[in-house]
């Protein structure tokens, strides 16, 4: 393998072909050695081969290839592409689907930044592109780094192929020392047809759309495939950096097209509300003609200091806003409706379609969310579809808008066949036979068989397992159920000794179709990896219900550890403590949410199995984002009476981004007391118990913006 033939004499193709099998090679190695303990080269032998795979990228720079061996640090993951660590979270953005919500979101900052209705605020305006995220790391004027959103915190290291992009510049000039440049990586509509006309004519995989071609052509391990491939590139964002790039968003972003970045020439300053919809009608007429698709308009606060004090959050900026297009229609015959009972118990009804195209994707399942939509009735009972119910048999429109689950919108009666019944809708479990039940209140019937019902426990388990949550790699949907199925494993800290019980012994994994001896180790040791885990990825993997992702980043980040948390929960199942107050003080924590997370834990087998999972973790402290040297990172800290440079909310979001805790009440767990004018028995309290107590220029102060 390592070629004496100095690299300057060797062809593209021959140098091609020797990085492929460098590559294969090193990343074996690396994973014998950091992650089998069981090195198989010796490092004389390994250190010849990285050297000859260092010659041959410098020599032929263009085939460098994403796995390449040079880029790795420890083990390459198994699906291939490094990890990186986001220095500044990729943010996603919260959604507006009408006006209405347009002149709610300027009203939410207003109120935020205490700015009344006759106070300028200005905004930007700019068409939302339909590809994937990508972040590139500049330092000293050359890209360093090019990585995909991922979760918002880790994504993939797609540097070399990210280097196969034309619109994607390699060196800049005049850009600060560290610069991280942010946009969207799309494909226009006529290089998507080319591509796939040319895919088809080789035989090979065609997509289905403009976005998954851009996220297929980009997440290529050999990046020569990439270089082939026509993407975009469009910057919008920045993330880390050395220096401002300016004082607004609109000079930012023309600071970004000076340095060489292609930015949308349809972004436009608005004064406000009005300004913003009819940008956004004047993009929506001109969709069709664009060349390249995109899903709505984003919305941003100017004033980069006024972004800076709106904050976000958990993973969503308050300073801007997607205001959608309206979803893609079509119609097509419902054949059956299927009853899925979901984690939560809930059974949920889902249409069996002819197959249909939606704006560019196949789509044969749609949600028809629960038993009054199929009737044809709301939540208080009110008419939808002007009282029109649901019948197998029956033409409906069904839409799409973005990501999300296509829907059942609408019913033609003029095609429903004469023998069409009215669906009756189970009141028992299709799953388990036990009653479905349906609460007051609850828009949705359940099943009442707990973890005796195998789709609530399979469900629970594939939740469990999910990305957002422990993401065990080779522990997906699949295998959980077969596991569930052959009793393996039926609640999640069976998964934690699954290797004790199945690694050794009679019946073993490596044992098992489908499985080998490789698999089953890189099973264990990825269920390994995962006994330490964030904290906030452990509250949403238990599944409780209304406790989505962000929400649980929201716990992590407020009560800090599992120790402290699990307390918290339990003691809150008293409305008189202090504790409930607490959990409710929490920016973005209902009281549906707060009574859900307390029966969970007051539920005794419940309580039983999530001790008995934690019992097998290594649960990390929440991390407190900006928080790094903050004089009240872990503090808990209460305002009371007036404020007078900022609103409640910004004092809130402000204190809770640099770490704090903020509560509504104080107690002995009470670090520090910010008192404006007015305070009352908050104030009386602090000073019986010895709490340091400030005012709001102390405070400011404190946290150096005073
Ligand atoms: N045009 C545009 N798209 N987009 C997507 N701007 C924009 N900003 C985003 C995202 C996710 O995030 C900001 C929070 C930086």
């Known amino acids: 393998m390592s070629s004496k033939i100095d690299p300057s004499t060797l062809t593209r193709k021959d140098a091609e072909k020797e990085l492929a099998d460098l590559a294969r090679v090193l990343n074996a190695a690396n994973k014998a050695y950091h992650r089998d303990d069981a090195p198989d080269l010796s490092d004389a032998e390994y250190d010849a081969l990285k050297r000859r795979n260092v010659a041959l990228e410098e020599q032929f720079p263009y085939l460098k290839r994403a796995d390449s061996p040079t880029d790795q640090v420890g083990a390459i993951p198994a699906e291939g592409f490094s990890k990186v660590r986001h220095e500044v979270a990729m943010l996603s953005l919260s959604?507006?689907?009408?006006?209405?919500?347009?002149?709610?979101?300027?009203?939410?900052?207003?109120?935020?930044?205490?700015?009344?209705?006759?106070?300028?605020?200005?905004?930007v305006a700019e068409p939302k592109i339909d590809g994937l995220s990508l972040s590139l790391r500049y330092e000293m004027g050359e890209l360093v780094q090019a990585a995909t959103r991922g979760d918002g915190t880790t994504g993939e290291n797609v540097t070399a192929n990210a280097r196969?992009?034309?619109?994607?510049?390699?060196?800049?000039?005049?850009?600060?020392?560290?610069?991280?440049?942010?946009?969207e990586i799309y494909m226009s509509h006529s290089d998507f047809q080319a591509l796939n006309e040319h895919q088809a004519e080789a035989g090979d995989k065609t997509f289905a759309n403009p976005r998954n071609a851009a996220a297929g052509s980009l997440r290529q391990l050999d990046a020569a495939i990439t270089r082939r491939r026509p993407?975009?590139?469009?910057?919008?964002?920045?993330g880390a950096l050395s220096q401002p790039l300016a004082d607004t968003q609109l000079c930012a972003i023309a600071r970004l097209n000076q340095l060489g970045f292609r930015t949308n020439p349809l972004t436009r300053a608005c004064g406000g509300p009005k300004e913003m919809v009819a940008h956004y009608r004047k993009i929506e007429t001109?969709?069709?003609?664009?060349?390249?698709?995109?899903?709505?308009?984003?919305?941003?606060v100017d004033n980069l200091d006024l972004q800076r004090r709106l904050g976000f959050r958990s993973t969503t900026p308050r300073w801007a806003i997607a205001h959608k297009f309206p979803a893609e229609l079509?119609?097509?015959?419902?054949?059956?409706?299927?009853?899925?009972?979901?984690?939560?118990?809930?059974?949920?009804?889902?249409?069996?379609?002819?197959?249909?195209?939606?704006?560019?994707?196949?789509?044969?399942?749609?949600?028809?969310?629960?038993?009054?939509?199929?009737?044809?009735?709301?939540?208080?009972?009110?008419?939808?579809?002007?009282?029109?119910?649901?019948?197998?048999?029956?033409q409906v429109q069904v839409y799409r808008a973005g990501d999300v689950i296509p829907k059942v919108a609408d019913v033609d009666l003029t095609k429903r066949p004469v023998d069409a019944k009215p669906y009756v809708f189970p009141k028992i479990c299709p799953e388990c036979g036990s009653d479905a039940v349906r609460e007051a209140g609850d828009a949705v019937r359940r099943c009442t068989g707990g973890m005796i019902c195998p789709a609530q426990a399979v469900e629970k388990l594939k939740h469990f397992v999910g990305r957002a949550a422990f993401d065990i790699e080779g522990l997906g949907a699949k295998q959980v159920e077969q596991f569930y199925a052959d009793k393996w494993i039926s609640e999640p800290a069976d998964i934690f000794t699954l290797e004790d019980r199945y690694g050794t012994g009679l019946q073993q994994l490596k044992n098992r179709e489908g499985w080998g001896e490789k698999s089953a180790t890189n099973l264990f040791a990825a269920i390994t990896e995962k006994r330490s885990i964030e904290l906030g990825r452990v509250i949403f993997a238990l599944g409780i219900r209304h406790v989505g992702e962000s929400a649980s980043n929201l716990l992590a980040r407020h009560y800090g550890s599992w120790s402290a948390f699990?307390?918290?929960?339990?003691?809150?199942q008293d409305p008189e403590s202090s504790a409930w107050g607490d959990l409710l003080?929490?920016?973005?924590?209902?009281?549906?949410?707060?009574?859900?997370?307390?029966n969970a834990f007051a539920q005794e087998a419940e309580r039983a199995g999530i001790d008995r999972l934690v019992e097998q973790l290594d649960v990390q402290s929440a991390e407190r984002p900006q928080s790094d040297g903050s004089p009240v990172a872990g503090k808990t800290v209460v305002f009371t009476g007036t404020l007078e440079k900022m609103t409640r909310a910004e004092a809130k979001g402000r204190a809770e981004a640099l770490g704090a805790k903020v509560s509504g009440s104080v107690s002995a767990k009470t670090d520090l007391l910010v008192a404006g004018p007015g305070a009352g028995s908050k104030a009386k309290k602090a000073t019986e118990l010895g709490i340091e107590t400030l005012d709001e220029n102390g405070w400011l102060t404190l946290i150096g913006e005073g």
């Open 585 to 598: 003080s929490i920016d973005g924590v209902g009281s549906v949410m707060a009574q859900s997370l307390v």
């Open 330 to 394: 079509a119609w097509t015959k419902l054949e059956r409706i299927d009853i899925q009972v979901g984690r939560t118990g809930a059974l949920s009804p889902v249409a069996r379609l002819v197959p249909v195209t939606v704006g560019g994707v196949v789509v044969s399942n749609a949600t028809l969310h629960n038993e009054d939509y199929i009737a044809g009735r709301d939540n208080k009972g009110g008419e939808i579809r002007g009282g029109k119910d649901i019948r197998e048999g029956d």
């Open 286 to 300: 001109q969709r069709a003609e664009l060349g390249y698709d995109i899903d709505g308009v984003v919305y941003k």
């Open 95 to 123: 959604n507006a689907f009408d006006d209405d919500d347009i002149a709610d979101f300027d009203q939410r900052i207003r109120r935020y930044l205490g700015l009344s209705e006759e106070e300028a605020l200005r905004y």
């Open 231 to 238: 993407l975009r590139f469009f910057a919008y964002a920045w």
């Open 164 to 183: 196969t992009i034309s619109d994607v510049p390699t060196r800049l000039t005049d850009a600060p020392d560290i610069l991280e440049v942010r946009g």
């Open 566 to 572: 699990s307390e918290a929960i339990g003691s809150a």
